[in-house]
């Protein structure tokens, strides 16, 4: 569609997870454009928005993070209900759980209901992730090895546009390829959806694991919100009340989005 054409979305609520402040690569400047050309009543950052694992180790915070922190608060005092739901990469926002900083609500989990009256237990999931509860180490082995792929990714892909071929992600295929990898992902959709069917909702909506899906394999209404580090993707529900899974990779990029009236970021240090 056209940038003449196109209209800013308005839903009734944005699922977003994984962002990842502090990693590289990221795609934030794609996540700042999907938040200009969509509007929500509510939205639900649903953990790993900041990578505080990779800021603690070497602090990465460029001016385009300023700029969409800057949009989350332009949208939050316009009306806009924030939901933050912690995850392990910023598990040191779980110190702010039952509070509010003027309309961001800070919880661990919550329940979100649709407008056709169906229920979803909202969490980020690592409460059910065995590795992350148990086994803090190797998840940084893991947390080492994922950016590991994506280094490798760039170089790859860097290959694959010189050859004029579409961009491949390397983590991806290992996710549907590698048997261990397939069988966690299904454990972990079972550890969720059980958890849902016990608290009696139709649905849950989570991240984490950096695969976005919707199904009802296992009788519950799985919703993963997938990633901003290469998915691209968020949640979606329309105000008729039905959850739509949102590549925003799939959409050209307007040349010319709509402007917000942004404060002015404080500047950096070093940049």
């Not at 961001?104 to 979100?112: K, L």
């Amino acid at each position: 569609m056209s940038e003449e054409g196109r209209e800013v979305r308005r839903v009734r609520a944005l699922f977003i997870s994984d962002v990842h402040l502090g990693m590289r690569p990221t795609r934030i400047t794609q996540l700042i454009d999907f938040l200009r050309w969509h509007e929500a009543e509510t939205i639900y950052l649903v953990g790993d928005i900041v990578d505080g694992w990779r800021l603690a180790k070497a602090w990465h915070w460029p001016a385009e993070y300023h700029q969409l922190v800057e949009i989350f608060l332009d949208k939050a005092l316009s009306g806009t209900r924030i939901v933050v739901l912690p995850g392990n990469h910023d598990e040191f926002l779980r110190e702010y759980l039952g509070t509010y900083f003027g309309e961001v609500e800070f919880v661990d989990r919550t329940v979100h209901t649709t407008a056709q009256g169906k229920t979803y237990v909202v969490m980020h999931g690592d409460q059910f992730d065995v590795v992350v509860a148990h086994a803090k180490w190797l998840a940084h082995v893991g947390d080492w090895a994922y950016r590991a792929a994506l280094r490798l990714n760039i170089a790859v892909n860097w290959v694959r546009r010189r050859m004029g071929l579409t961009y491949w992600s390397l983590s991806a295929w290992a996710k549907h390829k590698v048997k261990n990898a397939v069988s966690v992902i299904g454990r972990f959709e079972e550890a969720l959806t059980l958890e849902a069917r016990e608290s009696g909702a139709d649905g849950v909506i989570c991240g984490h694991i950096h695969y976005a899906d919707m199904h009802e394999r296992l009788g519950i209404h799985y919703v993963n919100t997938g990633d901003w580090v290469e998915s691209c993707t968020a949640v979606a529900e329309t105000h008729e009340g039905v959850l739509e899974l949102v590549r925003w990779t799939e959409t050209p990029l307007p040349r010319k989005p709509r402007r917000l009236r942004l404060r002015r970021a404080p500047a950096v240090p070093g940049q």
